[in-house]
């Protein structure tokens, strides 16, 4: 018998205090007043520690996060070449100073003892030999070199890039530069793992992939959506904004089927059932329309198909939406009405919403409901999104130091193809693969590749599988720009040395292509030069120079096109229009047709579901991790893990006698997992949570797992990769 999915959910009050937020916050304020030694492991260096008795005087130099795109910057203190403190810029509009124990965590990460500080070449047999930095540029540029050789104008296919949320914009420009003299496009950005649906879709819809406003503008706004973005767990630094918004009595709603520390700022919540939030917003259009809540000549401004949205909509009457959603029908017309009575609404897209695989349509209807009641333009409007905010340019700058190139993008689903074919030659892996959906396949596939490089800081399993290990520089042994959520730049100056010979992904990739093509590579000497360049070459950024952005405390917003010109927040659309070429949002689109809703596939609630796999799969980050790789390598972060969890709802928990603490198998039809058993009323019935970050070579017991992606089938929407959504079961062991 399939699970109810419509029992009434309740809040869990002890949500906090059970997920130890306390000592989190509590570790934060400890590292950034005095560095104390929290290190669970006596191996490690604790944070900030190795103070010196020296009185050489301590000199402050400028950095930023290099995780999350909250994009913190800092002042780090510095006493005989070593990080004594990192404290927050108390100056960052966006942050106000506030960083979290992630960022913190960067002296660890840099002095841990499982670093790896030297290249090293994999032998016939398996085992590793040390080599030098030359040598290894001089490898790569004679595998290169022979690809070019053999394969003329077709080695561009058979050459490709997977990129990470570089240490650098530099780093990146590099990488895609060297990509580009070999004829190569295909590098494959993390955005497409993330949250590409909800770009790609704005860039349809509204002409610009980025998010449509700044995020002080919740401040100007009535209402503000968190749509399934859990925005205090992960983009800690930006709780400031909902407490500021509640002030100005900002009504805050949010959307997901889990309560979670964000679930503690928001006036109401809804639980919709994973996968359904498409039906949710076509329900809450559908009852706009049917209770003359919707200006229909207003609607038609930047709709003007909107009679065909209504028809697309009009099977979703409230018991239909309640059937789908599970969420009940009350809630769904009190989240109609608040929607249809604010004229200023923010609604902030989570990533979770594209990573089911109806994320296109589901992402399309949300925007149209911004878009007929009058909220995409204007003080207090738009949509926010978490990750994005990278500013343009990058082609433009690659093309103009390279050429341009008129290849055919692959995505990753291809790439996985070419090697499964072994028709790739070289893959630069400067990411985790584990990233992608079907881990294992994904593994197999690469071992197809006859020589792979990777980029990185420890043994990982991408380490493991490679040809070429080439140790890389953590963010504060280098200098560079960076982007951040709200499209603003920022710059960090070198703060310390690099260890052994590690390198920015700049050196390297502009070492090798320099080797490759020698004078005609664009070389740059430092990140500086090209930094100038860039805003040289690229009109929009042409007001981005580098004495405005290494001055400002919190970055400068692109796009600037004027020197000196001034910096915009708030609404992109400044002409009162959308960016669109005929300025109006499409309803039925060439590409991708209608609005109609289908269940994710492999659902348990989908048409001809497999029973065997009654519960409904989700799994996401959580506010002490960041992604799948670095952080497991931190003892003071380790300590907020608790390994492989699962948690359920007491009736799930109830329904197939499991209990709390329980070791049960988290299965999948393509794998299984040992997970401990967590019950808690924070979780829909009938759902599973698990969390992503966990890394099989984690130095520390309760961050070691096997990757969530090894038990994720191989299932996307037409563009973002899905992980969510397929059915699972829980066997006690
Ligand atoms: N601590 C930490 N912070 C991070 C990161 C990190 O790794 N760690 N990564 C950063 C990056 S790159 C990104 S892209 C962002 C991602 O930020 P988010 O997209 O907000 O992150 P997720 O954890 O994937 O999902 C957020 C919420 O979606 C809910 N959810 C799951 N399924 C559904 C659904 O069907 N509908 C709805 N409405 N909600 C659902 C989950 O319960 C979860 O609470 O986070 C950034 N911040
Ligand atoms: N199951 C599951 N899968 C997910 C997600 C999830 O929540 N769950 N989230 C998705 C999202 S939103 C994202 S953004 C992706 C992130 O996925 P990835 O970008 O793969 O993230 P990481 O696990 O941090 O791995 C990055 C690797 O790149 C290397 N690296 C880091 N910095 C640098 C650098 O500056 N230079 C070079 N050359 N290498 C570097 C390091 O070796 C590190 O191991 O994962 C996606 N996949
Ligand atoms: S909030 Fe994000 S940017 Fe700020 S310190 Fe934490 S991880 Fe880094
Ligand atoms: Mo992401």
Not at 357 to 376: A, C, D, E, H, S
Not at 436 to 465: L, Q, S
Not at 531 to 548: D, H, I
Not at 617 to 630: C, D, E, M, S
């Amino acid at each position: 018998m399939p699970i109810s999915l419509h029992t009434p959910y309740k809040k869990d009050n002890n949500m906090l205090n059970t997920y130890s937020r306390r000592n989190f916050l509590k570790l934060s304020a400890g590292i950034v007043a005095s560095g104390t030694a929290l290190s669970s492991s006596p191996k490690a260096h604790a944070m900030g520690q190795k103070i010196s008795k020296s009185t050489e005087p301590a000199k402050l130099v400028k950095g930023y996060c290099p995780f999350c795109q909250v994009r913190c910057t800092y002042h780090a203190e510095v006493r005989n070449g070593k990080i004594e403190r990192i404290i927050g810029d108390k100056d960052n509009r966006w942050t106000g100073g506030s960083m979290c124990p992630k960022g913190l965590s960067i002296v660890e990460l840099m002095e841990s003892p499982h670093r790896l500080v030297h290249p090293m070449k994999k032998e016939a047999d398996g085992s590793w030999t040390k080599i030098s930095y030359d040598e290894a540029v001089k490898l790569t540029a004679q595998k290169m070199r022979a690809c070019l050789d053999t394969h003329k104008d077709a080695a561009g296919d058979r050459i490709a890039m997977t990129m990470p949320l570089w240490d650098s914009r530099e780093s990146e420009l590099a990488a895609l530069i060297t990509l580009n003299m070999a004829g190569s496009v295909h590098a494959m950005p993390p955005g497409e793992t993330c949250v590409s649906t909800a770009a790609n879709m704005l860039t349809m819809m509204a002409g610009t992939g980025n998010p449509t406003t700044t995020v002080n503008e919740i401040l100007n706004s009535k209402l503000l959506i968190l749509w399934g973005a859990n925005l205090c767990e992960l983009y800690p630094a930006y709780s400031r904004w909902l407490v500021m918004a509640k002030e100005k009595n900002v009504q805050i709603v949010y959307i997901d089927p889990r309560s979670t520390s964000t679930s503690n700022f928001v006036d109401f919540q809804v639980h919709p059932i994973p996968g359904t939030d498409g039906v949710l917003a076509m329900g809450i259009i559908n009852y706009l329309v049917q209770n003359e809540l919707l200006d229909e000549e207003k609607a038609r401004e930047l709709v003007p198909e909107l009679d065909v949205l209504k028809e697309d909509v009009q099977s979703y009457s409230l018991e239909q939406v309640e059937a789908i959603t599970g969420v009940p029908q009350d809630q769904v017309i009190k989240l109609a009405e608040i929607i249809g009575k604010s004229d200023r609404t923010i609604v902030w897209f989570g990533g979770s919403i594209c990573r089911y695989t109806n994320g296109i349509p589901t992402v399309r209807t949300v925007i149209l409901m911004q878009g007929i009641t009058g909220n995409m333009i204007g003080e207090g409007r738009g949509i926010l999104t978490m990750h994005s905010g990278k500013p343009g340019g990058e082609h433009e700058f690659v093309e103009a130091m390279s050429g341009k190139n008129t290849r055919a993008k692959m995505n990753f689903r291809r790439l996985r193809l070419a090697m499964s074919k072994k028709k790739l030659d070289i893959l630069f892996l400067n990411s985790s693969y584990r990233r992608y959906p079907d881990g294992k396949g994904v593994r197999e596939a690469i071992g197809n590749v006859p020589f792979v490089v990777h980029c990185g800081f420890y043994m990982t399993p991408e380490a493991e599988i490679s040809h070429l290990f080439v140790p890389m520089t953590f963010s504060p042994e280098a200098a560079g720009s960076a982007y951040g959520n709200e499209k603003e730049t920022v710059w960090r100056d070198q703060i310390v040395e690099a260890p052994g010979e590690c390198v920015t992904a700049m050196k390297f990739y502009s070492d090798v292509g320099r080797e490759v093509f020698g004078d005609k590579y664009p070389y740059f000497n430092t990140p500086e030069e090209m930094y100038n360049k860039f805003c040289e070459v690229v009109p929009s950024w042409k007001g981005l120079t580098l004495e405005r952005v290494r001055k400002s405390p919190d970055g400068l917003v692109w796009p600037i096109y004027e020197e000196n010109g001034e910096e915009r927040l708030g609404c992109v659309f400044t002409e009162g229009k959308l960016l669109t070429p005929d300025g109006f949002m499409k309803v039925n689109d060439k590409v991708f047709g209608r609005i109609k809703w289908t269940a994710p596939k492999d659902s348990p609630y989908a048409p001809k579901a497999n029973q065997d796999f009654p519960l409904i799969f989700t799994q996401g980050k959580v506010v002490h991790h960041w992604q799948h790789t670095v952080t497991n390598y931190s003892p003071s972060l380790a300590q907020f893990s608790q390994g492989r969890t699962v948690s359920v709802h007491p009736d799930t928990a109830k329904k197939y006698e499991l209990a709390d603490g329980d070791k049960v198998y988290l299965e999948t039809p393509v794998g299984k997992t040992e997970a401990k058993l967590i019950v808690s009323e924070a979780i829909l019935p009938g759902t599973v949570f698990t969390p992503s970050h966990l890394c099989p070579s984690a130095p520390f017991e309760q961050n070691k797992g096997i990757a969530v992606n090894d038990i994720v089938p191989n299932n996307w929407d037409r563009i973002s990769c899905q992980h969510n959504g397929v059915g699972c079961r829980l066997t006690k062991i």
